[in-house]
């Protein structure tokens, strides 16, 4: 992507992977790889800032896409439905993986 592109045009590319993963029930990884410096924490996270949220990253553009799916699946099955999702986000830096949801990592 091009240093200008927006967090919206970057989740474009990545949403037809997510698109209709509740309902087939199967998983997906989002993963961000790049020398330090380039702007991958940024595209993952990026900031809830201005009226519209329009700069936010793409975990929470997928989660947001998710949960509506499975809200649009208890819609169609029925309120009795179990869905159960997990969600790990993880850094890898100098072969050493953290859990960046871990809240006592400091």
Do not use: W
């Not at 410096?37 to 940024?42: F, L, Q, S």
């Not at 929470?60 to 208890?74: I, K, N, P, S, T």
């Amino acid at each position: 992507f091009p240093f200008e592109a927006g967090q919206a045009e970057v989740f474009g590319a990545v949403k037809p992977q997510i698109s209709g993963v509740v309902s087939r029930g199967i998983n997906v990884c989002i993963f961000a790889y790049g020398p330090t410096g380039t702007g991958k924490t940024h595209t993952m996270e990026g900031s809830f800032s201005g009226a519209d949220n329009s700069d936010v990253g793409v975990y929470f553009r997928a989660m947001d896409l998710v949960f509506q799916q499975v809200e649009d699946l208890r819609e169609q099955l029925g309120a009795g439905v179990q869905v159960s999702t997990r969600l790990s986000v993880v850094e890898i830096y100098c072969d050493e993986v953290r859990n960046l949801l871990d809240e006592g990592r400091g």
